[in-house]
């Protein structure tokens, strides 16, 4: 009879420099403290989940493992520099080797090493977006497309399906019909170019960014002896952010642990709200299914936020079917209820932030440490107004600013165009969305339409259409955007036609039925959101009296973005901040409003055709609420100018507001003041 006898290696007892069990709560411990093998750390939002994952590299390293055999995978170098120098003040030491960044730059720096075996070599250079575009480019040249006669989609537009496909494991077809349908009769032209494009950058020994993970996952699935080498090398590895990884993120991860499954991630299911960029939230929900021994850990203490706005934001994400279920329990004292705010309209509801902006400075706190948030940039153009009328300073964090993106100054330009016929940098920017036209061509005809319409005027003491003076400037346009003038031209025809009464909403409709939402298709990857940002600017344009007034606002608005939205400031400079919802994960703030509460604006009327949608917009919802450390206030109004023209719409209460028990919220009825002074 024989037995197997296990030899246990002997190691001197260990002595912690850190008192771990003092230094975190009992949740954070366990997870912290966790033994060999996968980890899932549930880390609620406020939880402390920088921390948990601080003192877990700690732990190990005071445990005897060696720097370099721990990874640390993050989505921004910042959080895995912040990150390593914290360990290093807890253990009062460098950690040179222990390996820590982003994918990207983890996979960059394994691709240096091992270049060659993919065919590249080692000194290959990195393309960024503006590159990855220029290649794609002439690969369109060579492959000689006709891009007019079949609306072929931009480079800008086909670098984005070619990343999509690639981050989510889905071919080029299965990308079109999901998010790009419009473009599915193109499907094997895409599908050709994008070989073409693959060949191109190993010619000139380039990589996209995409290619950092998915040649750095093929390195490892097509060489045993190079994965060996790194499931060695990392016997423990940590990621943070787990929610937001996307399928090529997730397979790279479990192929490095396959050896030791010594893995610990952190994230916050109830906080993945990427899904739009290729965020795969599954990869969270379904880690048990993946490692069956894997220890979970839920770390449901928030140093953050009060008891009240805790219950609000447990009651927002109740509703969800598909999430670790978790109840966030404060830290902290009791403070006052969220209050919920019913306005009559959107321009009440920007009174009203205003206004209470004002007061709740008045009782000492700055405007730096209170935020508005939405779901989607238009949802803050009355407020803007309404802040730059009351000049009351404000910062803009939704990414780039509103009225600065190129579809909203592209539309507007029309607009300014036939207000003032003299307006060159209007018509060259337009000239130059034709086909053919540069800005040599573009200056070539302007200067023609120039002379044209001082003769005009000349000749004529009435004014000259603009339509006319442009028609005689015909000679001087392209071949290869005799189309585009020809629909041009019809265009400033009918915005300078009594139909438009001089009403800007009017004339933003036409310029988009006009052709510009194919341009938009063909343009931008966010096709649909900017379409429905030109929906909604001509729904903020119907409360102007004229074309000229709601060009004068814009350009207030446009200057006012330009000096606030920079992004050094002084301390003693107090700003309100704006944010799209999106852009605030992970910040927080003493008050929060959150407006547009109405279903079709969160959750938007997209999110609602699809339950996962809709349990996105949910976890959005959650994210919002859970940025307030001391006061919420959720506002919604009644009615809205609908994008018909036909005046005002009702709006119905977003249906998250719904699942909020009433009791923990307090109602506020606004009333106009009845007296003066």
């Not at 999901?178 to 170019?193: G, P, T, V």
Request: net charge negative.
């Amino acid at each position: 009879m024989s037995r197997d006898y296990v030899l246990h290696p002997f190691r001197t007892p260990v002595h912690l420099q850190l008192d771990y069990q003092r230094e975190l709560n009992a949740q954070q411990f366990d997870a912290v403290t966790a033994p060999p093998g996968p980890s899932l750390v549930i880390a609620g939002a406020g939880s402390g989940k920088t921390r948990i994952l601080t003192y877990r590299v700690a732990y190990l390293l005071e445990q005897g493992i060696p720097p370099e055999r721990l990874l640390l995978l993050t989505f921004t170098n910042k959080a895995a520099k912040e990150m390593m120098r914290r360990v290093a003040d807890l253990l009062g030491q460098e950690l040179n080797n222990l390996w820590g960044g982003t994918f990207h730059s983890v996979g960059s720096r394994i691709l240096r090493q091992h270049a060659e075996s993919l065919g590249y070599h080692r000194d290959f250079s990195i393309l960024d977006r503006e590159d990855s575009r220029s290649l794609i480019a002439t690969c369109v040249a060579e492959a000689a497309i006709d891009i007019k006669g079949t609306r072929f989609p931009k480079p800008e537009v086909l670098a984005d399906i070619y990343s999509l496909a690639m981050n989510t494991h889905r071919s080029i077809g299965e990308v079109l019909r999901a998010q790009y349908e419009y473009f599915h009769e193109l499907e094997k032209a895409i599908s050709d170019l994008r070989t073409r494009y693959i060949e191109r950058k190993r010619a000139v020994n380039g990589m996209d960014f995409d290619d950092l993970l998915a040649l750095w996952l093929r390195l490892l699935q097509e060489h045993d002896e190079i994965r060996e080498l790194y499931q060695r090398r990392f016997q423990f590895v940590l990621v943070d952010e787990y929610q937001d990884t996307n399928h090529l993120q997730s397979d790279l991860v479990d192929l490095l642990v396959a050896r030791h499954h010594n893995l610990t991630v952190v994230g916050d299911d109830a906080q993945s709200i990427y899904a739009w960029r290729g965020a795969n939230y599954q990869n969270i929900l379904r880690f048990a299914e993946r490692y069956p021994d894997a220890r979970i850990y839920k770390i449901e203490t928030n140093y953050r936020s009060t008891p009240e706005i805790l219950e609000v934001a447990n009651a927002a994400i109740k509703a969800n079917v598909h999430q670790h279920v978790k109840r966030l329990a404060a830290a902290r004292g009791s403070g006052p209820k969220p209050v919920l705010v019913v306005c009559g309209d959107a321009g009440q509801q920007a009174a009203f932030v205003a206004q209470r902006v004002l007061e709740l400075r008045e009782e000492g706190l700055s405007m730096n440490h209170m935020a508005v948030l939405y779901r989607s940039h238009f949802h803050a153009l009355e407020l803007q107004l309404e802040l730059s009328r009351r000049n009351i300073p404000f910062s803009i964090t939704s990414g780039i600013r509103f009225f600065e993106q190129a579809h909203i100054k592209d539309v507007a330009a029309h607009l300014k165009l036939v207000v003032n016929r003299h307006d060159e940098l209007s018509l060259k920017r337009i000239l130059q969305l034709m086909p053919g036209v540069g800005p040599k061509a573009a200056d070539r005809v302007w200067q023609a339409y120039a002379k044209t319409i001082d003769t005009l005027s000349s000749a004529n003491p009435s004014r000259p259409t603009l339509a006319t003076a442009l028609q005689l400037c015909t000679a001087v346009i392209p071949k290869k955007a005799a189309v585009a003038w020809a629909q041009f031209l019809a265009t400033v025809s009918q915005l300078e036609g009594p139909e438009t009464g001089d009403q800007a909403a009017k004339m933003i409709r036409l310029v988009m039925e006009a052709g510009y939402e194919g341009h938009l298709k063909e343009t931008y990857p966010n096709y649909r959101n900017r379409l429905e940002d030109l929906e909604q600017l001509a729904v903020f344009a119907l409360q102007f009296a004229s074309t000229e007034d709601f060009l004068t606002q814009l350009a207030l608005l446009t200057n006012v973005e330009a000096e606030e939205g920079q992004p050094a400031r002084s301390d003693d400079l107090e700003q309100l901040r704006l944010s799209t919802i999106h852009q605030a994960k992970g910040l927080e703030f003493e008050v929060v409003f959150l407006i547009m509460l109405c279903d079709g604006l969160l959750p938007s009327a997209r999110a609602m055709e699809s339950v996962d949608g809709e349990e996105e917009e949910r976890r959005l919802m959650y994210v919002a609420v859970t940025r307030a450390r001391n006061e919420l206030y959720l506002a919604f109004p009644l009615i809205r100018a609908g994008f018909s023209g036909s005046g005002a719409a009702l709006q119905s209460p977003s249906r998250f507001l719904s699942e909020i028990p009433e009791s923990l919220l307090e109602s506020w009825n606004l009333r106009p003041c009845d007296s003066y002074g």
